[in-house]
């Protein structure tokens, strides 16, 4: 079975300042994992995904994040938070053995303080 | 390539009716997820359609159900809805293997955004 949880639903940073946002999984099966993001009234956009390749993945604009088995972590992090990235992020998993089934987590609303 | 599309954007019914969603995916993809987004029970996989077939399905009453047609694009059904089904319903398109334990990236629409007065 596949799980994930995001640590802090609601997460404030300064401008400029670095963003972490958190998220540990659970699987059963060597996992793919997903950060997208989700400003209002919108459906969710791919930030970066890990698929068994390179452990440290860099996604758009500016995020990235490191796959560490040993800690079943998957977090997010920018080192310069932007206003516009305010938005709704959420971590997913999807295992080997379950095709296009994502398991989200809860969900982290950024917010980013001018 | 024209991103995923669904149609209604907004929805409002009331307790008892039937609604139906649409969702035309990229041009392309064979595969259709559907997921529902509420503030309490985040977002859950309802079901996987692959070239008109049902593959997958999440925990959902049996009230809850869709189709894919030969075009790819999909609907769902729910039927005698009940205030708790008042969510954003997404859907996601991939391109598809028949393969079913092969991921591919999905990509998501904008929603439909279901009100149940």
């Known amino acids: 079975a596949q799980s994930v949880t995001q640590l802090g639903s609601h997460v404030s940073v300064s401008e400029g300042a670095l963003v972490l946002l958190r998220c540990n999984y659970s699987s059963s099966v060597p996992p793919y994992l997903f950060w997208y993001v989700q400003y209002p009234n919108q459906g969710l956009q791919l930030l970066l995904k890990y698929t068994s390749a390179a452990t440290l993945v860099k996604g758009i604009n500016g995020f990235e994040a490191e796959f560490k088995k040993s800690e079943t972590s998957f977090h997010l992090t920018k080192p310069s938070a932007h206003m516009s990235d305010a938005a709704e992020y959420f971590c997913a998993v999807s295992g080997s053995n379950t095709g296009n089934q994502f398991y989200f987590g809860t969900g982290t609303s950024l917010t980013v303080i001018p | 390539k024209a991103g995923v599309t669904q149609t209604p954007r907004y929805l409002i019914k009331t307790r008892g009716q039937q609604v139906t969603l649409s969702c035309s995916p990229i041009?392309?993809?064979?595969?259709v997820s559907w997921y529902q987004q509420t503030p309490g029970q985040g977002l859950q996989f309802l079901f996987e359609?692959?070239?008109?077939?049902?593959?997958n399905k999440g925990n959902f009453p049996g009230r809850f159900s869709g189709r894919q047609f030969s075009n790819s694009r999909s609907e769902m059904n729910v039927s005698t809805l009940e205030l708790g089904d008042s969510a954003l319903y997404l859907c996601?398109?991939?391109?598809?293997?028949?393969?079913?334990?092969?991921?591919?990236?999905?990509?998501f629409g904008p929603g439909t955004r279901l009100t149940v007065l």
């Open positions: 359609y692959f070239s008109e077939t049902q593959r």
């Open positions: 996601a398109s991939s391109i598809g293997t028949e393969h079913f334990m092969i991921y591919n990236e999905q990509f």
């Open positions: 041009s392309g993809h064979r595969s």
